[in-house]
């Protein structure tokens, strides 16, 4: 699946952390690459954009499972984090989430 197809939607997410995680090389995993205090600050930024999506992902960090999708097990692709630091599902994972519950952001 391209990645691209998402890209739009999560815009103004990259815009608002794209700084901290643009410093980021593109071979290293973001979740490995940030620590839980780094992501933490990260994800509360965006809570007024997305609450319940970032206190999921805050409630990841704490059980140190962020960055693993939590429907599959498998590790989210760090260009996913990228552009959705918020993230807690892979890309396919989410797609079948969304479905389910009928949402499409
Ligand atoms: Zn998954």
């Known amino acids: 699946m391209a990645f691209g197809e998402e890209a739009g939607l999560h815009r103004p997410l990259a815009d608002c952390v794209g700084g901290v995680i643009a410093s980021i090389p593109e071979d290293v995993d973001l979740a490995q690459a940030l620590s839980d205090r780094e992501t933490t600050d990260i994800l509360v930024h965006l ?4 609450r319940e999506q970032v ?3 805050l409630a990841r960090v704490h059980e140190g499972a962020y960055g693993l999708c939590e429907d599959c097990g498998h590790r989210i692709p760090a260009e996913r984090l990228r552009y959705q630091p918020a993230a807690t599902r ?4 989410q797609g079948r989430w969304d479905r ?3 949402r499409t952001a």
Do not use: H, S, W, Y
Request: charged share 30%.
């Open 47 to 50: 809570l007024d954009q997305n």
């Open 90 to 93: 892979c890309v396919e994972c």
């Open 100 to 102: 389910v519950n009928g």
């Open 55 to 57: 206190e999921r992902a």
